[in-house]
């Protein structure tokens, strides 16, 4: 079997080395790779946004599956480009990656479908006296998303009125987070403990891999900023049987469910990031692709 995986980082090496590890004669190629995956497969020195010339090559060497890591080739069309030429990929289509790539798609996808998520409202750069008065009466601490896709870093929490002053002008202003930031997702602060949970489907069917937490701030004692993930566990104990027959039956059979009636079957690796409250497991947000640093941890 000929696998090409598209991606550079350790989560990448991660699938390599899993994909090494089940099939000892299978042939890895990587665009680009890294140092570290040149010991389990050959890196190419090619654009991975040349979708074009990723497909040529698909062709010419005869490439029995590829795999995308990273969420920006999802966000452009690459699973939607490569069936149009006939080649098996893992992911979703552009449209189904929209849980990923709009937070405000997601949420109202969740609010449709009955999926438990934190209670929110939606403002853009145009209605921000409206934003302002609405945070003016809301309870505090709040939670400010980048609607478009910030590489992890687009998430705030906000304690009082004076600092959602600041982040909006970090949003609005300076732009901090270009066009993802022109639309703001406010939420509710939900309390409770993270936890990572991925489903593999095939839009219709599905299989869990084990739980994982990671650490997303940037200081000491789960201190600073959020980044894309400074480290990661699994599994988690925190989502136990309990939880995890509602996390299967609220909100990925939900997604299937929903995906498939709005037409834009979701196909690929399902992230659920969920916080485990004292109600249960509530989505904080959905990924389209496999997790940055946990799988690292689940593979």
């Given amino acids: 079997m000929k696998v090409l995986v598209i991606g550079g980082g350790g989560r990448e090496h991660a699938i390599v080395d899993a994909i090494v590890r089940s099939d000892s004669t299978a042939s890895v190629y990587c665009v680009p790779g890294n140092a570290g995956i040149a010991a389990q497969a050959k890196c190419l020195s090619m654009d991975p946004n040349d979708f074009s010339g990723l497909v040529s090559f698909c062709k010419k060497e005869g490439i029995d599956l590829t795999i995308v890591g990273p969420e920006q080739f999802l966000s452009q069309g690459i699973v939607d480009f490569f069936m149009e030429k006939g080649l098996r990929i893992f992911g979703p289509t552009k449209e189904a990656a929209r849980l990923e790539t709009s937070k405000v798609f997601a949420k109202h996808f969740m609010k449709r479908w009955g999926i438990p998520t934190a209670k929110f409202q939606v403002f853009n750069s145009g209605q921000r006296d409206e934003l302002e008065d609405y945070v003016k009466n809301s309870k505090y601490p709040l939670v400010l998303k980048a609607d478009g896709l910030a590489g992890g870093k687009g998430v705030v929490i906000v304690n009082d009125y004076a600092q959602v002053k ?70 988690t104990p925190f989502l136990d049987e309990k939880n995890l027959k509602i996390v299967r039956s609220e909100i990925i059979e939900r997604v299937i469910e929903g995906t498939n009636a709005e037409a834009f079957p979701f196909r690929g690796c399902l992230y659920c990031g969920l916080m485990i409250t004292a109600n249960g497991p509530k989505v904080v947000e959905f990924n389209s692709r496999f997790g940055d640093p946990e799988t690292q941890s689940v593979l």
């Fill in 166 to 235: 600041v982040e909006l002008t970090n949003f609005f202003d300076r732009k901090v987070f270009g066009s993802a930031g022109e639309t703001i997702v406010v939420e509710e602060f939900l309390n409770g403990v993270e936890a990572s949970l991925f489903a593999v489907t095939d839009g219709k069917n599905y299989v869990l891999l084990p739980s994982a937490q990671d650490y997303k701030r940037i200081g000491e004692n789960d201190t600073g900023l959020n980044t894309g993930g400074m480290g990661a566990f699994a599994p």
